[in-house]
């Protein structure tokens, strides 16, 4: 189990709604890749994140290409990014609130964990 217990965002970026990758932390993590390719192209990758005035994420690359993701696409974005991530869920982490829920009782060590999991994703406050 992953030990993640900071937030995702500082209050800052939940209030502004506005998250920017810092360009040395994209070209750290695109040489630290396990796959390279020679299409790759760094000024592809995501630069900013952020949340328009109704509703929709907004992307955009180091080149400057925006994208707007519709609230209707948001849940499968969600899905996409949270995939595989240390803070994601997992099939266990369903079956041990299933199981809590079912039974009455609590697999507490789990349960507390994905607590702090989900408020890791969670604005401030």
Not at 98 to 119: S, V
């Amino acid at each position: 189990m992953s030990n993640l217990t900071e937030p995702i965002l500082s209050a800052e970026e939940w209030e502004s709604r506005d998250y920017r990758q810092l360009a040395s932390a994209l070209d750290d993590w695109a040489r630290a890749k396990p796959e390279r390719r020679a299409a790759d192209d760094p000024t592809e990758y995501v630069a900013k994140l952020g949340v328009s005035y109704d509703g929709c994420v907004v992307a955009m690359s180091r080149a400057h290409d925006r994208v707007m993701i519709p609230p209707p696409a948001r849940p499968v974005l969600a899905a996409f990014a949270l995939d595989g991530q240390p803070y994601g869920f997992t099939a266990d982490d369903v079956a041990a609130v299933r199981r809590a829920a079912e039974l009455g009782g609590l697999d507490q060590a789990r349960l507390t964990h994905l607590a702090g999991r989900i408020e890791a994703l969670l604005p401030p406050g």
